[in-house]
């Protein structure tokens, strides 16, 4: 899944949400949000990401997912993005509205937990 087949585009870092462009399946990285999208868009990418789910082979599944890094979003020139917390957010808290917005997290568990609303 890619972040850039669904609308990118922000204001600030709240119109944003992390999710991930790895795999679905639990040996392909699945579950640690690494790009963002524009929350409007945050329903259909979890639709597909559900849909997509759903055909994960129990071998496919079989790989203990790791610790994931935490990230934030973030709307850098218009585009959602993520930084990572544990590294430190500075180049993009120095040139973009980086508020830190629990409902993007929230929203983020959500998807990666496959909940859709």
Do not use: F, W
């Not at 790895?22 to 409007?40: F, I, L, R, Y």
């Not at 868009?41 to 997912?65: G, I, N, V």
């Not at 997290?105 to 496959?114: K, L």
């Amino acid at each position: 899944m890619r972040a850039a087949d669904y609308d990118t585009s922000c204001t600030t870092a709240a119109d944003c949400a992390p999710v991930s462009e790895d795999g679905v399946c639990a040996c392909q990285g699945a579950g640690c949000s690494n790009a963002a999208v524009n929350k409007k868009d945050l329903a259909k990418y979890a639709a597909d990401y559900a849909a997509r789910r759903k055909l994960c082979t129990a071998e496919q599944d079989s790989c203990a997912l790791g610790a994931c890094d935490t990230v934030r979003a973030t709307c850098i020139a218009g585009r959602c993005g993520v930084c990572s917390t544990s590294s430190g957010c500075a180049a993009a808290d120095a040139g973009a509205d980086a508020s830190n917005d629990a409902a993007a997290s929230d929203a983020a568990s959500d998807v990666r937990d496959g909940a859709t609303d």
